[in-house]
């Protein structure tokens, strides 16, 4: 079971979004949408989707977040070929962070954000991957440009089937900011591959809930578990979701909540929604009381 999943926010394009993806990628396909009534953003759709046999999920809930390049998803392309169609389809529409061109790190390499705003980083991988096609990237910039190292290593140290495989460090005169040390970090988290770095130029964009990661929990202790270790901002705590003392947002969930969501009736997913709209942290007795109509 994939423990963490990507999840996107969007204004009205996330089903939109999604399907666009699916149509780029291999071994992608729709896996569920359903429509959350009555939240504090209206009437949200909420989208299942899977790209190169990865989960992911995105929600159309209003225009309050905006996705920008501190969180992007990185390619591992095989080819020329693929890294030339794929830079084609997701430009197409969008705009150029880095252009489409051969690099000191790898021979052909883009970074383009989406006609949808999503940021993309595509690469030719020569050698063997371990099957992992898409791997989200942590950009650290603004008030935490500096602590990609500290960020990773926190993380690793919470979740189980972690570690760091890699951190590259930015050499004299490299990076137009001092606080930059990081040039490229490769690290696992629950068996899932990440990377980071420590963004070298002055930016304007920063984490935010656009781009959050959604951990699926067994119980109500892993809940409390995840909770505790990762939220440090009091005032974004809400249905679920935390910020991390770097700013990145997250939601702990459990594990069966897209069963109740995509797949349960009108008037038990109309009782779960106006339960956990009550929550900061999920209770998950609470939640089972909701859903069967106990009171």
């Known amino acids: 079971m994939q423990k963490i999943i990507p999840h996107l926010w969007y204004d009205k394009e996330g089903k939109e ?30 989208v299942s989707f899977q790209l190169s046999g990865q989960l992911f999920s995105a929600i159309s809930a209003g225009p309050y977040f905006k996705l920008n390049p501190s969180i992007s998803l990185m390619v591992a392309c095989s080819t020329v070929e693929e890294v030339n169609s794929k830079w084609e389809a997701l430009s197409n529409g969008g705009s150029e962070l880095m252009p489409l061109g051969e690099y000191p790190f790898s021979k052909r390499y883009a970074w383009i954000q989406d006609r949808y705003g999503l940021s993309w ?24 440009c500096g602590k990609a190292e500290e960020a990773i290593t926190y993380y690793t140290s919470i979740f189980t089937d972690s570690e760091i495989n890699l ?55 892993e809940i409390d578990y995840y909770w505790d270790k990762l939220s440090a901002v009091p005032e974004a705590e809400q249905c679920g979701w935390l910020k991390d003392k770097f700013g ?41 009381q909701a859903r069967s109509g106990v009171k």
């Open 248 to 288: 990145v947002s997250w939601q702990i969930v459990p594990v069966n909540l897209d069963d109740i969501m995509y797949h349960g009736s009108k008037e038990e997913v109309q009782r779960v929604t106006e339960a956990f709209l009550k929550m900061k942290k999920f209770d998950l007795k609470v939640l089972d």
């Open 121 to 144: 980083q595509l690469m030719l991988v020569e050698e063997e991957t371990n099957g992992q096609k898409i791997t989200p990237n942590f950009l650290f910039t603004g008030s935490v």
């Open 17 to 46: 979004a999604a399907l666009f993806y699916i149509s780029i990628f291999d071994n992608s396909k729709l896996l569920d949408t359903t429509v959350i009534e009555g939240t504090p953003s209206g009437d949200a759709e909420m």
């Open 167 to 221: 951190i590259s460090y930015y050499g004299e005169g490299e990076a137009q900011l001092s606080t930059a040390k990081v040039n490229y970090a490769g690290f696992k988290l629950s068996g899932m591959n990440f990377s980071a770095m420590d963004n070298g130029f002055d930016a304007d964009f920063t984490f935010n809930e656009s781009f959050s990661l959604m951990v699926k929990c067994e119980n109500q202790s």
